[in-house]
């Protein structure tokens, strides 16, 4: 369990000024977990908006490796916890940031969904979710839990189970 006087030390701070902007270590491990998990979703956001769907399909799904792979010690934190245990076990402060934390990529989800059905691909809500979230996220889970980062070879798995579920190629 990090302190916040050894988290002090390492930024080289005094412990005050943390307390200052973070009442608590829960409250600044929250705040982290929060800020890392927002920009961990930036990548993906983005990748949903490509014009092409397909492109638009595997690059979110890839984001996720390769952000875990370039940002693992952010991306093991995020393997720390969920969302709604930090909900149910944090500060309250931080309750309504973390009740909305995931709505931008939802409704990007749901936007995309809509956008693969006019384009005739799979657009069962259910079948995003698992090639855009749930593949990706089990991919990297055994290696960040090692603390190393996903091998390459993961890439091209995600890739092949993206397509399959969602363009059926």
């Known amino acids: 369990r990090t302190s916040i006087g050894s988290i002090a030390a390492h930024l080289e701070a005094p412990s005050g000024s943390i307390y200052y902007r973070f009442a608590s270590r829960d409250l600044l491990m929250a705040s982290l977990w929060i800020r890392t998990a ?6 993906a956001l983005e990748a949903m908006a490509h014009p092409d769907v ?18 693992l010690t952010e991306a093991r934190i995020l393997m720390l916890y969920r969302r709604e245990q930090l909900a ?18 939802e409704e990007a989800r749901h936007t995309f969904t809509r956008r693969l059905a006019a384009a005739g ?3 069962n ?3 995003v979710a698992f090639a855009l979230v749930d593949v990706p996220f089990a991919a990297v889970r055994r290696s960040l839990v090692a603390g190393t980062a996903p091998p390459r070879r993961v890439d091209e798995l995600v890739r092949l189970t993206c397509r399959t579920v969602l363009f059926g190629t």
Request: proline letters at 6%; glycine letters at 8%; a neutral charge.
């Open 54 to 71: 397909e492109r638009a399909a595997v690059g979110a799904a890839l984001h996720v490796v390769r952000w875990s792979r370039s940002h």
């Open 125 to 127: 809500p259910t079948d």
């Open 88 to 105: 149910a076990e944090w500060p309250g402060e931080l309750g309504d940031e973390l009740a909305t934390l995931n709505r931008p990529l």
């Open 38 to 43: 927002r920009r961990s979703q930036q990548g």
């Open 121 to 123: 691909a799979s657009a």
